[in-house]
């Protein structure tokens, strides 16, 4: 079967004196049937290319199921005197969502069952299910194909009818009133930007409370730990903006507490008729603030709690009614400090592996002296603690069951440092069987993100596992743009300087041959999103490095899209990338965005995977690349494209359909690595 060739149409785009021709432009006109023809031709291919390897994928999904518990229950969380949990059951693909009222021995009542909503489709994501103060209503949205565009509905829960509710156009985000009669909402533009809160009541009024016209800034509702306040948070690439209103009155007007200025970041909790303020305004890794509520206009009044350090970032923090929590980021590694508020005394809790990472888990009591965090490693399956902040007493709730008789002995992890070209000292996370000989003969497969200050931090996975028992390394570099370094970091691979996030790339590729883990025929590579963006940078400046490239809903025609304000998130998105209007940014985007860099040489085997109905990455971003690759490339490897016709970006929403598209990448990599077997049958 002879792959396809996307017609050629040309079309001229002028910017800044320069005439730059795009074929494929056209690949945009959804409506086109031609466009829908060649996106179901590249999925034919790509099936016909990927059967031989159908008993690799076969063999790979009954792997990851032999270590999934498939009938699992998550940890309950008690609010009020209600015990809220979901469970899972074999078979099902979905989630389903319980309570118990007073005890866990009580009945259980099932507050929604996600597989009878999902029945009649093929996309279901439950974006949001909020309980009422009173714990009698639900209010719950869905999406049905993947376009992160939501449907919200009411459903009563104490047996008793909820007032017909069906609003399209909507986020995923509630907040109740303490009233109990009515709600708060955001709703989408014509972008799929949040940008208006409104507030319904149960007798059907619906009011307007708030707009964003800046169509940088996103809006999105929060509500304080002591229930006293709710928040509309607006929030652009660099800079937040913050409202309050009284949650115990259905009728308030939202509070500007501090106004936005460009490059500050700042967010709000409320404890005892004090405001505490995270904010990075001359602190670029941050620090925290207290004022007390009826002064915090005065900047005079603002007390210093946790100052700048220019090592450790402060990420994040949670207040009790005794107690602050701090999440800090020190080297990579996260660490959980606590504050008794009455002695003022603080401790962090302490972890003993070399790579690990931690967050806290759902703690919505308030006058709780017990922090629930979750701790994972790329050796150590999940586990969720209870952890006495007084008495600092730990105490195991659950630990990720993985079937089969998984040992974490049998694994190692470790951290290594690559120096860059500049001096910087990049850190590589990899975990790998143990006994493995640095003798550059061993398949790697390396990660990679590096955008929007996320950090990727160090977990376990059951289904890597069929990675690892195959021999293969698998390594994640953290590079310049993410976060796992702290803002600096973040900061120094972004606008003018994101080349060094692909040079970072590169480097940790080198490093990992260099200390004998692998060599370039096999070595594969992975990332998705922005970190596709990075897969086919990457690609086009060292394509002999790598052997295979897994590019999933990759944001390769970056030039093009920050140069269309229309679409969903290019206008909040130019201070990451720039706005290419101005000549600087045209010119620093045009010198790396993958599709506009593509040139005739050899390129590694490479998967690309789409999602039609992706609001993020439109599918036209893979599907042009995919078409230039084609037009361009000089070598006979494969390259195939992968397009989901009813999904969006996150791909399938079911948990065995997700298994199968990870077993298909996993069979892609394997198969161009020459790898099928574990070890331990070779």
């Known amino acids: 079967m002879q792959p396809p060739r996307a017609e050629r149409r040309p079309q001229v785009l002028e910017a800044h004196g320069e005439r730059r021709e795009d074929p494929w432009f056209w690949l945009r006109e959804r409506d086109d049937p031609a466009v829908i023809a060649y996106l179901e031709a590249e999925n034919a291919y790509t099936e016909a290319v990927m059967a031989p390897t159908e008993p690799l994928q076969q063999r790979l999904y009954e792997e990851f199921l032999g270590r999934i518990k498939e009938t699992d229950l998550s940890v309950p969380v008690e609010r009020d005197g209600w015990y809220y949990y979901s469970r899972t059951e074999q078979g099902l693909q979905y989630p389903i969502l319980c309570r118990k009222r007073g005890s866990l021995a009580a009945p259980e009542q099932i507050v929604l069952d996600q597989n009878a909503l999902a029945a009649d489709h093929d996309y279901h994501d439950l974006g949001c299910a909020v309980v009422s103060p009173d714990h009698r209503l639900l209010a719950w949205a869905e999406d049905t194909d993947g376009s992160e565009t939501y449907r919200l509905h009411l ?90 209103l009284d949650a115990a009155d259905p009728a308030a007007e939202p509070v500007l507490f501090a106004p936005r200025a460009h490059g500050v970041e700042y967010a709000i909790e409320h404890r005892d008729g004090d405001f505490w303020v995270l904010s990075n305004r001359e602190a670029e890794n941050f620090r925290l603030w207290r004022v007390a509520r009826e002064h915090f206009r005065d900047p005079a009044a603002w007390r210093e709690v946790v100052p700048h350090s220019e090592r450790t970032k402060l990420e994040d923090f949670e207040l009790f009614a005794g107690h602050l929590v701090l999440y800090l980021r020190d080297e990579g590694l996260l660490k959980i400090r606590i504050t008794d508020l009455t002695t003022e005394q603080s401790h962090d809790i302490a972890f003993d592996e070399p790579v690990y990472a931690t967050h806290g888990a759902e703690n919505p009591n308030y006058h709780s ?22 008495s600092r007493e730990r105490r195991l709730l659950k630990e990720q069951e993985v079937p089969g008789g998984y040992r974490a002995e049998d694994y190692e992890s470790h951290r290594l440092w690559v120096r860059a070209d500049d001096g910087a000292e990049v850190p590589i996370s990899l975990v790998h069987r143990k006994g493995l000989a640095l003798d550059g003969t061993h398949p790697c497969l390396l990660y990679g993100y590096g955008s929007y200050g996320i950090s990727m931090d160090p977990g376990f996975s059951p289904t890597r596992l069929s990675l690892l028992d195959r021999g293969v390394v698998f390594a994640i570099a953290h590079v310049r743009g993410g976060g796992d370094l702290g803002e600096p970091w973040k900061n120094a691979g972004k606008l003018l300087a994101k080349q060094d996030s692909f040079t970072d790339f590169i480097r940790a ?16 590579i992975m990332g998705g999103s922005a970190g596709g963006l990075l897969m086919g940078a990457v690609v086009n400046l060292r394509p002999e490095l790598f052997r295979a490239v897994v590019a999933q809903v990759p944001f390769v025609d970056v030039l093009s899209t920050m140069q ?19 000549p600087e940014y045209y010119r620093a985007i045009r010198a790396y965005s993958p599709y506009d860099n593509v040139r005739a040489q050899d390129y590694p085997h ?23 690759l084609r037009a361009l490339k000089t070598d006979d490897n494969v390259l195939i494209l992968k397009t989901h016709m009813g999904q969006g970006h996150g791909g399938a929403s079911g948990r065995y359909e997700s298994l199968k598209e990870l077993a298909f990448d996993y069979a892609f990599i394997l198969d161009r690595l020459g790898v099928e077997r574990p070890t331990t049958e070779q």
């Not at 979750?374 to 399956?381: D, G, I, K, Q, R």
């Not at 590729?509 to 594969?524: D, F, H, S, V």
Request: charged share 25%.
């Open 155 to 244: 459903r009563a829960l104490d047996g008793g009818e909820a007032p017909a509710l069906d609003i399209p156009g909507t986020a995923a985000d509630v907040e109740w009133c303490a009233d109990n009669r009515s709600f708060y909402y955001t709703v989408l533009d014509e972008t799929r930007r949040p940008w208006q809160v409104r507030r319904r009541s149960l007798d059907g009024t619906d009011t307007v409370v708030f707009e964003e016209p800046d169509e940088a800034y996103f809006v999105s509702l929060g509500h304080s730990k002591d229930r006293q306040l709710l928040y509309i948070s607006l929030g652009s690439n660099v800079t937040s903006e913050e409202y309050f």
């Open 369 to 390: 002296r017990v922090l629930r965090f979750a701790y994972t490693s790329l050796v150590s399956p999940r586990r969720i603690y209870d952890y006495d902040m007084s």
């Open 509 to 524: 590729a080198e490093g990992l041959i260099e200390q004998g883990y692998t060599r370039p025929e096999r070595l594969a």
């Open 564 to 582: 269309d304000p229309s679409l969903p998130l290019t206008v909040i998105e130019y201070d990451e990338w720039g706005n290419p209007a101005h």
């Open 606 to 628: 490479l998967l690309i995977v789409a999602g039609l109905n992706d609001p993020r990455v439109q599918y036209w971003e893979p599907a042009k690349w995919c078409a230039k």
